[in-house]
C-alpha cells in the first residue's frame, strides 16, 4: 500500500470548517508536513509539525498528530473560497533527507 | 529571498528533441531536489542533491534523464532525447534541515 495515504476530495462550503486527514505507515517519522498546490503552481509549504508534538496551530490552521494511530490532520477554520486547492502530506523519516507524499486531498469550496 | 527559481515556465517541444530545464535554489539550501508530477503517477522523485553531489539518482526514470549540479546556486535537468511520456510538470525544490521549498515548476510538453 501507500505510505501516506489521503483522501482524494472534500468540498465544504464557505464560512465552515475543513477537515484534511492523513494516515502514514512510518512510526520513525520525525516532521510531518502539509503542501497546498494551486492549479499551475507549485507546492508552496504551509506548516509542518515535529513528531513529539500533538498540536501545532497557526491562524487559521490547526495541525492535529495522533502518533499511536499515526493519523494527521489539518484544519482550516473559517475556509474561503482562495482555501480551494490540493493539499498534500508529507513525512519525514528519521535518518532521511527526503519527504514521502501523498497523492492530495482536492479541497472545494463553494459559495 | 526569490525563492526557488525554475525556468522555462512552459516548454515545448517535439519528440527527439533535447530539453533542459533548470533551476536555482534559495541562497544557502544544501539540498536540491528534482521531482515530476503527473495526473497518473503523482509527485515522483527523480534525484535530489546534497552540497552539489548527487545522493540518490535511483528515480530517474530512463538513461535519457540526467542532472547536473556545477554549483550551489545551479542545477540542470535534460532529457535526450525526449519523449511524449515525458510530458509532465517537474519540480524543483531546495531545503535546509527540515523544511522544503518548491520552486513554481516548468510545464513540459513534448509532441
Known amino acids: 500500500g501507500e505510505d501516506v495515504e489521503q483522501s482524494l476530495f472534500l468540498s465544504v462550503r464557505e464560512g465552515d470548517s475543513s477537515v484534511i486527514n492523513c494516515t502514514y505507515t512510518d512510526s520513525s517519522s520525525t516532521y510531518l508536513y502539509w503542501y497546498k498546490q494551486e492549479p499551475g503552481a507549485g507546492l508552496q509549504l504551509l506548516t509542518y509539525i515535529f513528531s513529539n508534538m500533538d498540536m501545532k496551530q497557526d491562524q487559521r490552521l490547526t495541525v492535529l498528530l495522533n502518533k499511536k494511530d499515526k493519523h494527521l490532520s489539518l484544519r482550516i477554520a473559517d475556509t474561503q473560497t482562495g482555501d480551494s486547492a490540493i493539499y498534500f502530506c508529507?513525512?519525514?523519516?528519521?535518518?532521511?533527507?527526503?519527504?514521502?507524499f501523498g497523492k492530495g486531498t482536492m479541497l472545494l469550496v463553494s459559495p | 529571498d526569490a525563492g526557488v527559481i525554475q525556468s522555462p515556465r512552459h516548454e515545448v517541444t517535439e519528440m527527439g528533441q533535447e530539453v533542459t530545464l533548470r533551476c536555482k535554489p534559495i541562497?544557502?539550501?544544501?539540498?536540491l531536489f528534482w521531482y515530476r508530477q503527473t495526473m497518473m503517477r503523482g509527485l515522483e522523485l527523480l534525484i535530489y542533491?546534497?552540497?552539489?553531489?548527487?545522493?540518490?539518482d535511483s528515480g530517474m526514470p530512463e538513461d535519457r534523464f540526467s542532472a547536473k549540479m556545477p554549483n550551489a546556486s545551479f542545477s540542470t535537468l535534460k532529457i535526450q532525447p525526449s519523449e511524449p511520456r515525458d510530458s509532465a510538470v517537474y519540480f524543483c525544490?531546495?531545503?535546509?534541515?527540515?523544511?522544503?521549498?518548491f520552486g513554481p515548476g516548468t510545464r513540459l510538453l513534448v509532441l
Open positions: 525544490a531546495s531545503s535546509h534541515q527540515e523544511t522544503q521549498y
Open positions: 542533491f546534497n552540497n552539489n553531489v548527487p545522493i540518490d
Open positions: 508529507a513525512e519525514r523519516r528519521s535518518g532521511y533527507s527526503t519527504l514521502t
Open positions: 541562497s544557502g539550501h544544501d539540498y
